[in-house]
C-alpha cells in the first residue's frame, strides 16, 4: 500500500510562509494524483492543490495565488508552500494518495484518494 506522512506544520504569525512535507512510500502501486487537503474544526475536509503523475498541477481558487505544490526530482517527498498566511488558514493539513481513475474527473475531491498521512497541524495567529 501507499504510506503517507506529513511534517513541517507549526504555529506561525500572519503573513508569514510555511512548507509542509509529504514523505511519500509507493513500494508497487503506481499513484495518479498526489493532493494535499485541509480540514478546520467543525468543517468539511477541503482540497487545496493537486499533483498528476504526469507533473499536472491543479489549485483550488481559494489558496491558487498563495500556495505551491511541488516535489523532489526522485519523487519520494512532496511539498505544499504556503505564503502569506491567514488565520482563515487554521486548519490540520494532510496529503493523499490517488490510485484510481476517479481522481481524474475530481482532482481534489477528498473521496477520490485512498491513502492519507495522519495530518499536521497549522496554527495562524494574528
Known amino acids: 500500500q501507499v504510506q503517507l506522512a506529513e511534517s513541517g506544520g507549526g504555529s506561525v504569525q500572519v503573513g508569514t510562509s510555511l512548507r509542509l512535507s509529504c514523505a511519500v512510500s509507493r513500494g508497487t502501486i503506481d499513484t495518479n494524483y498526489i493532493g494535499w487537503f485541509r480540514q478546520a474544526p467543525g468543517q468539511e475536509r477541503e482540497g487545496l492543490a493537486s499533483l498528476r503523475s504526469d507533473g499536472a498541477i491543479g489549485y483550488a481558487d481559494s489558496v491558487r495565488d498563495r500556495f505551491t505544490i511541488s516535489e523532489d526530482k526522485y519523487k519520494r517527498n512532496v511539498y505544499l508552500q504556503m505564503n502569506n498566511l491567514e488565520p482563515e488558514d487554521t486548519a490540520t493539513y494532510y496529503c493523499?494518495?490517488?490510485?484510481?481513475?476517479?481522481?481524474?474527473?475530481?482532482?481534489?475531491?477528498?473521496?477520490?484518494?485512498?491513502?492519507w498521512g495522519q495530518g499536521t497541524q497549522v496554527t495562524v495567529s494574528s
Open positions: 493523499a494518495a490517488c490510485v484510481t481513475v476517479r481522481c481524474y474527473s475530481s482532482p481534489r475531491g477528498p473521496d477520490r484518494y485512498t491513502y
